[in-house]
């Protein structure tokens, strides 16, 4: 509208400045040379060059006000930029002043202003942007903000200004939302703009306050109560914060010019109330911006190719946080002159405060001056950061053309011009978040801790499982363990209670019928027993070191609880145990059946201890052959049917064909008292046929060859001779050279009482007239007479004892005329020794003889031989002496009836 006519108008005053200028001399140049010198040291050099702020900012065009970004960017101090808008001429100027010309004049490609001091002479300015009258909404914001705006984004403080006299422009520049025409936009709708599109929502933010500054008071236009709102200053940085100030965070453009609009409508309000105009306060629009650095991070991680996503992880967010301050200044016209606006002198005075320190601040700044007044407002206070900081600051000075407003005019110029003159020292405001890192790692965590919970559930129920499973195993395993070890100790149990038994009552049985005279021997029965006794019971306490085992094992058990696997191990271990004990069972077993065979030999000596001392004993068994079957026959019959039970009992129960299997038992004790049983047995008349019939005697006759050890001669040899008292028996010793194995056994013999049993045998068979010649033929006289070199008496009675069988054989073989020609015992020679012994003292011997020789006797054919070796004296001393009434008259009716022993009675004198 008015544009066009202003074009003409300040094309002609351009024109006629220039003339002027080119005339100006030193006044033109004073500014000039002012500004010559933009980038002077700043006022506040403190800092260190920005590292990294170069890579954080973007560059702007090169015309705009953030031309000399690059600069800063290296870290350099960064100099507040101004730039001068001139507002066309308005309505009323055109109208008013339409006969003078504009006050200023602008040089835009020479970033100059001319300011006309009077018809002749103007003075020239020099600014970093010169924004002529049709110069858009749109260029402004590039020139003035846009770089600011840029820098809060990439994490830099920054300010936009207005300043200006009222009526100038500055709301229109910064404020206009443009909803009538886009095209109208001001600073703070574009600024947002901006802003909006940079940001991610979803890890940045961005959040207003909006503030109105009236006489040294801090009123919230988001909420009109908030009217006194205090500034709060952090010592060390020097950052200022309003923390009463409402903050709205702003995620659309919409919103954000509803806020504008609500605080407009709240200033207006408040502006009402206080009785004054919005040119007379300070409108402040605070915008915090806080972006977390992405390509920042990423940079980090591709730096190490092998950091983790843990460390990653733990590595806070770098975040910038940028503000940036845009103020609407209140009008830079004086307002001292009283009552000018209602207000009084002071009234005025606090009203203008702020901007008027704002002045000296800027001055002060500018020359360099040591002090500078930033407490003296609260204005100066908030914009500390702004002149003389670490902000960006861009400043936008407009002016009028009207000439009446020159002073004015020329006033806001010259605070352009000092504010170009301030320093700042741009500086990023980048730091680690570790807010965030901390709420990032407590989700983490919480997941972590969830996670983990979870497992540590499944965990359990898992080992409850287990747990159950290996304790029913193992319960199991125990169980079986119990009945097996519950079934192999009853068994023992059952066995030894039976062995205990029967060999109590054996040894009770031996008690009972042993006589008096038989004590001796019953003790060392009874030790032998007692021995028995202590074997089992050693046996038992070796079941009780079992069952402690068993405990102890047990107790193993109970470590098998610790794992399914060792729990099998020791079970196997503990069925081994087990066999052990089985393998102990069976060798227990044949122990018993040993001591059971040892019992048996005890009982067989017992009788032989006593045959021995009935033979000894006073009382003789009368007549009969002295033998020693007669011997046992006969204690068998005195102790009665007891023994005979016995004996008869465990033949059973050891079982003849076992116990003759034993006679060629490896072990030499064990084939002793098998024998001494086997001969125990064969003294029993019962037991005869079936020993022999089981092959008994063709056993013992091998003992007797094979067996160097002189008990088994004797007990076998003892054998043989009881079952040598049957006469098919007799015939088959004979017929199994049983004389030629008697009579070496004899040659051996050192024990008399082999000797004796060896004889008794052969006295046995001497029995036997049918086996008379055959026994002769094989030496069984011959070994009689060798047997009687040993001299014991119980010997001779044996030997004395077959001689005496023999001859009464062959007597009454010579009767029944079946024998001829000379006794076989004269003929071999034994009539010497039946002579010397028809007298001996030991009465079973000369018993013996005296038989023999009366049998002798009886026959012719030996009467010479019998006669010449001295037997006549004998047979005429037992016809009269011998206690045998029978043998006596024998004697004497043989002595009587011979002719060649009267005659030889004769010869020798003999009176009979
Ligand atoms: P201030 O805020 O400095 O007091 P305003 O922004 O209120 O001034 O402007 C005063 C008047 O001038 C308003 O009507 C506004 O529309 C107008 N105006 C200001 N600047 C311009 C411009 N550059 N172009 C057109 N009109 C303008
Ligand atoms: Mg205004």
Redesign the pocket.
Known sequence: MASGGGNNRNGTHRNSLKGTTTTSTASTDKPLSVNSNPSKPAFKNKSSPLTGASSGLRKSSPGSLGGGAAKDDAGVPGRVRVAVRL??R?AEESVADADFADCVELQPELKRLKLRKNNWDTDTYEFDEVLT?FASQKRVYEVVAKPVVEGVLDGYNGTIMAY?Q???????TLGRLGEEDTANRGIMVRAMEDILAEVSPEIDYVLVSYLQLYMESLQDLLDPTNDNISIVEEPKSGDVSLPGATLVEIRDQQSFLELLRLGEAHRHAANTKLNTES?RSHALLMVHVKRTVKGREAAHSSDNGNSTSMARSLRPPLVRKGKLVVVDLA?SERIDKSGSDGHTREEAKSINLSLSALGKCINALAENSAHVPVRDSKLTRLLRDSFGGTARTSLVI?VGPSPRHRGETASTIMFGQRAMKVENMLKLKEEFDYKSLARRLDIQLDKLIMEHERKQKAFEVEIERITAEAQNRISEAERNYADAVEKERLKYQKDYMESIKKLEEKWMMNQQNQGDERKEQMVHIAEEVAEVKKLLSKETSLRKAAEEEVDNLKSQLAQLKMSEASANSEILKLRKMVEDEVCQKEKLEGEISMLQSQLLHLSFEADETRKRLDRGGPGKVPGGLDSPVSQVRSQLKDSGNGEKASVAKLFEQVGLQKILSLLEAEDADVRIHAVKVVANLAAEETNQQKIVEAGGLKSLLMLLGSSEDETIHRVAAGAIANLAMNEKNQELIMSQGGISLLSTTASHAKDPQTLRMVAGAIANLCGNDKLQTKLRGEGGIKALLEIVKCGHPDVLAQVARGIANFAKCESRASTQGSKTGRSLLIEDGALPWIVQNANSDASPIRRHTELALCHLAQHEVNAKDMISEGALWELVRISQDCPREDIRTLAHRTLASSPDFIAGLKRLRIDY
Do not use: A, Q, V
């Not at 009222?166 to 229109?172: D, E, P, R």
């Open positions: 507002r066309p308005n009258e200006g009222t009526g100038t422009g500055k709301t229109y040119s009008g407009t």
